[in-house]
């Protein structure tokens, strides 16, 4: 997916980047050492990887977001107001007047219409964020419609809660695209999916110059945001998967943001007076996949063994100290309906014991599949030798996330350690993409969610989950949220071990930067140096 690069624009933006350059970036260009190698696609109805998702953020506009200058708060994007009709399925929204694309295209109730019916229509990745909404291929047309430029009328087949459909808007696929400009690009009915995998046609505060798969995402601000221009004319991402690479980097002034320090290296710049840390709880969840596919997870006693032989304790004190806390269950903690108690703790005996009921008394051997990058490096390997003492030998596949995603997304693997963040920030969500799995064979069409790729199908679970978005009253949401956080921890396909700490390291005269608990709540269009 590379694309020509535009070299003069990456000779200005990366002059200050080189090794042989002066230790100080351009004045207006913010460069961010960060671990992009997840990034597949930059178009916003098939990103759904992090890195992904949080340059999007800055590309588009949403129907729904939360604003810059309030990361709190789920407001109207794009659109200005939304009315719910008395059926409870009927949303009408009211789109901003004045507001253009990059490109200088007007935004309309149209360009939200076609950017909604094409995550229908391409089914790629992230479909079943709006396909629960009871869409369709055959029926998105008429359920989602734009009888004029500034209104555009969204029907749902199901009973959800209206801030529910507020939080799926306001996920990346209700980014708006224009149309003009997507179907300009066109090739055999993609509705301009090749073109957007590296380039934008958004509203939002900046435009996506170039992406160099494993080497950088370069962003230039666009001069028709409706938020203003942002303070700085550019943006490089540059990935840096090594966090020694990255204080290096940071320390010399080559880049302003060190985004994946470890404890120790955040540590060792704690002292340095041109260097900022500061410490953001995330949604962030690190977890191992249990692929069913695999004969000897099929029995709940043996993923609830695994489970046993995890030294959760060990790691969060050791290399994880300060960037994460032990978190077991799927929505993390801190937010809305979480469910916070930990019951398991690394007891090899009572794992040994659950092996020997479900007919491994000897234990048995799993590959591992994990990224090759800090910190799942040493998870992996804390994880190996625990496993081992209860006689699971593991052996660990080390890879770049990109190829350990397809496989992933291919159910090949037998378990597998990756991290998971949240779409939207409702509880429904994570529910959602742990537990729902409306079919588990490997033909299986539409959005694939981590059961699915995990093979995991608990129809009772399932049923569940669709009644917990369905139900009006708040505190029996919340309840039912709970509950269902309970059961996949015993019986799930998933080993969840802890929740992310974000430390970031600055330059010391960075300010204004806004990451939130998630990447789609971080935004570069206010930040200055």
Known sequence: MLRVLKYALMAVALTALTPIAQAATPADTLVIAKQIDDLISLDPAEAYELSGIEVLANAYDRIMRFEPTDVT????????????????????????????????????????????????????????????????????????????????????????????????????????????????????????????????????????????????????????????????KRVVIRHIPEASAQRLALEKGDVDIADNLTPDQITAVAGNADITVTTIPQALLYYIGLNLKTTELQDPKVRQALRYLVDYNGMADSFLKGAAQVHQSFWASGFWASYDENPYTYDPAKAKALLAEAGYPDGFSIDLDAPNFAPFVNMAQSVQATMAE???????????????????????????????????MDPHTNADGFVTNIDNTDAATGGKPLAWRNSWLDEALVKATAEAAQEPDEEKRKADYIELQKKVLDDGAFVIMFQAISQRADRTGVTGYVQGSSADVTYYNLTTK
């Open 73 to 232: 708060k789920l407001v109207p994007g794009a659109a200005e107001s939304v009315t719910v009709g008395d059926d409870g399925r009927t949303f009408t929204f009211k789109i901003r007047a004045g507001q253009t694309f990059a490109s200088g295209n007007p935004v309309t109730a149209g360009d939200a219409a076609f950017s909604l019916h094409r995550v229908i229509l391409l089914e790629k990745t992230p479909v079943f964020l709006l396909s629960q909404l009871g869409w369709t291929k055959d029926n998105i047309a008429e359920m989602v419609t734009a009888p004029d430029d500034s209104t555009l009328i969204v029907k749902i087949g199901v009973d959800f809660a209206p801030s529910l459909v507020y939080a799926l808007l306001g996920s990346v696929v209700g980014s708006v695209v224009d149309q003009k400009v997507a179907m300009e690009h066109e090739v055999d009915g993609d509705m301009g999916n090749g073109w957007l995998k590296n380039n934008s046609a958004g509203s939002g505060a900046y435009v996506i110059k170039s992406w160099t798969p494993n080497d950088s995402v370069v962003l230039e601000a666009n001069p028709n945001y409706r938020g203003g221009v942002a303070m700085l």
């Open 390 to 424: 209860g006689g699971v030998k593991v052996n660990i596949v080390s890879s770049e996330m990109a190829p350990m995603l397809t496989k992933y997304r291919a159910r090949e693997h037998e378990m597998l350690m990756v991290y998971w963040g949240p779409d939207y």
